[in-house]
């Protein structure tokens, strides 16, 4: 069984910085796609921020310049730095993580998430 413990959110004046991070555990042969989602009050779920097993990363626009994701293989950890945080971040944050086991080629899964809210 695979299971995953999200960390590090909270509140965060505007402007200012939190990070994310997400580290996966069980039995896991390889992480392949890892990524940040999130969603609003009111919105749908969105795609912050993804990094591929070979390092490539795309963002929302919205995030590019300020998110950054990065991976830890060793750790089976995905981080999201954020910086110059603004009010309309404020969301509950999910990291989603494609992994295959000794079972199971490629399947998907959740964090709980974590709630970050921006001030102004």
């Known amino acids: 069984q695979v299971q995953l413990v999200e960390s590090g959110g909270g509140l965060v004046q505007a402007g200012g910085s939190l990070r994310l991070s997400c580290a996966a555990s069980?039995?896991?042969?390889?992480?392949?796609?890892m990524a940040w989602y999130r969603q609003a009050p009111g919105k749908q779920r969105e795609l912050v921020a993804a990094?591929?097993?070979?390092?490539?990363?795309n963002y929302a626009d919205s995030v590019k310049g300020r998110f950054t994701i990065s991976r830890d293989n060793a750790k089976n950890t995905v981080y999201l730095q954020m910086n110059s945080l603004k009010p309309e971040d404020t969301a509950v944050y999910y990291c989603?993580?494609?992994?295959?086991?000794?079972?199971?080629?490629?399947?998907?899964?959740w964090g709980k998430g974590t709630l970050v809210t921006v001030s102004s």
């Open positions: 989603n993580l494609d992994i295959t086991t000794i079972q199971i080629d490629g399947m998907n899964y």
């Open positions: 069980g039995s896991i042969f390889v992480i392949n796609r």
């Open positions: 990094v591929t097993s070979s390092g490539s990363t």
